[in-house]
Nanobody
Framework: QVQLVESGGGLVQAGGSLRLSCTSS????????MGWFRQAPGKEREFVAA????????TYADSLKGRFTISRDNALNTLYLDMNNLKPEDTAVYYC????????????????????WGQGTQVTVSS
């Protein structure tokens, strides 16, 4: 079972930036789409961004385009999420996840497409 571990969360003022990382315990994230999701208190888990196995294709939630950037370094088995101009509404627990199917770019914005998941990292943006 692939272990995914997120890090980089914390408390930041509005307008600030954070970089989240997601590391894998094995090589299993190679050849898979990887995604970031987030869940705010009292809300459903929502899609943030996804990247293809080689990082050349990315997609974002419409509301986050231009502020968030997803990237990956397969040599380091690491996925990243750079978040800029953070807003209080970005406050949430952020999760990384591996797409269930190898190579496939299918339903990448759906949480049901992903397994396993990391344990999440808290991001809190103060106003």
């Amino acid at each position: 079972q692939v272990q995914l571990v997120e890090s980089g969360g914390g408390l930041v003022q509005a307008g600030g930036s954070l970089r989240l990382s997601c590391t894998s315990s094995a090589l299993a994230i190679l050849n898979h789409v990887m995604g970031w999701f987030r869940q705010a208190p009292g809300k459903e888990r929502e899609f943030v961004a996804a990247t293809s196995w080689n990082g050349k294709t990315t997609t974002y939630a419409d509301s986050l385009k231009g502020r968030f950037t997803i990237s990956r370094d397969n040599a380091l088995n690491t996925l990243y999420l750079d978040m800029n101009n953070l807003k209080p509404e970005d406050t949430a627990v952020y999760y990384c996840a591996k797409h269930r199917q190898i190579w496939r770019w299918d339903a990448v914005d759906s949480s049901s497409s992903y397994d396993p998941w990391g344990q999440g990292t808290q991001v809190t943006v103060s106003s």
